[in-house]
T-cell receptor
């Protein structure tokens, strides 16, 4: 069975640009979460979606937005990129039973902002 | 902010030895999950322990949870060079649905 997939693998952008990251969950999983991992730190929660509805939002500015599609895939958008947005962006999927699920992570998208 | 704090930050051992790392957290949890990460790649799920459980095993892994002390430990027995990675604990906070809060991780190096 395919695991969580993310695209692209790597991305280089310049300050002020916008970026869209994509995630496909494990088949049968209805919840997708996004995390940002800066080098040397643990992942930080950005968003969680379940059945196309936002279920949680972390402490990130409004430049960060996300959505979930009817097929449960998801996109993370970041506008007006800053140097500090350079990080590994991780997507995780779970069944979505409300807090007790195992979350399975994809390989991540490495974003570099110059 | 980081919910969990792993200890030690780094651990260097030889193949065949056991590796133990600890995680402390601050608030009430639904569950605690341990993950492994190799060289900045995706996280691999190792084990989930629920708040009403005290110990779980999976292969060479043993996880304990003490909710009264708000702490957990991960033991890797008979370590191998392939166990070299960063290990993270992540807590599922009660009332926050599926959000996970991660610590900064323990870097483990296993030398042959």
């Amino acid at each position: 069975d395919a695991g969580v997939t993310q695209s692209p693998t790597h991305l280089i952008k310049t300050r002020g640009q916008q970026v869209t990251l994509r995630c496909s969950p494990i088949s049968g999983h209805k919840s997708v979460s996004w995390y940002q991992q800066v080098l040397g730190q643990g992942p930080q929660f950005i968003f969680q979606y379940y059945e196309k509805e936002e279920r949680g939002r972390g402490n990130f500015p409004d430049r960060f937005s996300a959505r979930q599609f009817p097929n449960y895939s998801s996109e993370l958008n970041v506008n007006a990129l800053l140097l500090g947005d350079s990080a590994l962006y991780l997507c995780a999927s779970s069944l979505g039973t409300g807090g007790g699920d195992t979350q399975y992570f994809g390989p991540g998208t490495r974003l570099t902002v110059l | 902010s980081q919910q969990g704090e792993e200890d030690p930050q780094a651990l260097s051992i030889q193949e065949g030895e056991n590796a133990t790392m600890n995680c402390s957290y601050k608030t009430s949890i639904n569950n605690l999950q341990w993950y492994r990460q190799n060289s900045g790649r995706g996280l691999v799920h190792l084990i989930l322990i629920r708040s009403n459980e005290r110990e779980k095993h999976s292969g060479r892994l043993r996880v304990t949870l003490d909710t009264s002390k708000k702490s957990s430990s991960l033991l890797i027995t008979a370590s191998r060079a392939a166990d070299t990675a960063s290990y993270f604990c992540a807590t599922g906070i009660r009332g926050s649905w599926g959000k996970l809060q991660f610590g900064a991780g323990t870097q483990v190096v296993v030398t042959p």
